[in-house]
């Protein structure tokens, strides 16, 4: 029988040096991971790498920072790569990278669609390949997508619709990397208490998210809070094994489908 325990794995988080990203990163190690490499995008996200690094380490875990623009094939091919020279072949890897932008599709520019399809579509195909290539037997993947895919809205769609490819590349590299035992998912929170979400939204809207979920009188702010999502990222990569190819949103009744 496989271990699906997450004792003594190796994870791989790309955007684990902050926000819902750390906080996976500091739970896989505070339930026994061996080791977790955390990617983060450039110097201005390389202190709070640091700090995510220190807590995973005071959780008894090995840790490691790893920088790049994983728009380009070949820094997510080297992210996969670096992982293996420290910590050998990863376990679980998780994609949490992402890039919103909320806009009418008449003024969205090409500019604005590419860079919104490189980060969220493209980044996220090519973590899947090299995931493929590099978790052992019986490993775990899940990217973060958006709950906006169950929804029916204007101004979001190059964010919604760049992440809505990757549930597609989420069903494909789970019939593909299932031979192996490998799991993969995409998890959709709701709009989170980030400093993610609140750029892209006016007061307005900022008030209206707060209130659109079913079960948002009883979330400390009304949106998906990141301590309510982690536990089912835990979950998809441990005792969770035998879900895949799925589309999960998590979002207090936000959106459905």
């Known amino acids: 029988m496989a271990n699906h325990s997450i004792q003594g794995k190796v994870a791989l988080i790309a955007g684990g040096a902050k926000n819902l990203g750390s906080l996976i990163a500091r739970d896989l190690a505070a339930h026994g991971a061996r080791a977790v490499a955390i990617h983060y995008h450039d110097a201005a996200s390389r202190e709070a790498a640091d700090v995510t690094m220190a807590a995973i380490r005071a959780a008894g875990a090995e840790a490691i920072a790893l920088p790049g623009d994983l728009t380009r094939a070949d820094t997510v091919a080297k992210l996969f790569a670096d992982t293996v020279a420290a910590f050998g072949r990863p376990d679980i890897a998780i994609n949490t990278v992402g890039k919103v932008l909320k806009k009418p599709i008449v003024d969205i520019d090409e500019a604005e669609y590419d860079a919104m399809a490189a980060v969220n579509a493209k980044a996220a195909f090519f973590f899947l390949k090299e995931a493929g290539r590099h978790l052992n037997d019986h490993g775990k993947v899940v990217t973060l997508v958006t709950s906006l895919l169950g929804a029916f809205t204007s101004f979001y769609s190059s ?90 949103l998590i979002n207090g009744g936000y959106t459905t489908r």
């Open 159 to 248: 964010y919604a619709g760049t992440k809505a490819a990757v549930e597609h590349f989420t069903r494909a590299a789970a019939k593909e990397f299932g031979q192996r035992g490998i799991s993969v998912t995409a998890v959709g929170p709701g709009p989170m208490d980030t400093p993610f979400f609140y750029p892209a939204e006016e007061a307005v809207a900022v008030t209206y998210h707060k209130s659109a979920a079913a079960l948002s009188p009883f979330s400390k702010t009304g949106l998906t809070d990141i301590e309510d999502v982690v536990p089912l990222i835990r979950h998809l990569v441990s005792d969770g094994w035998w879900i895949t190819g799925q589309t999960i």
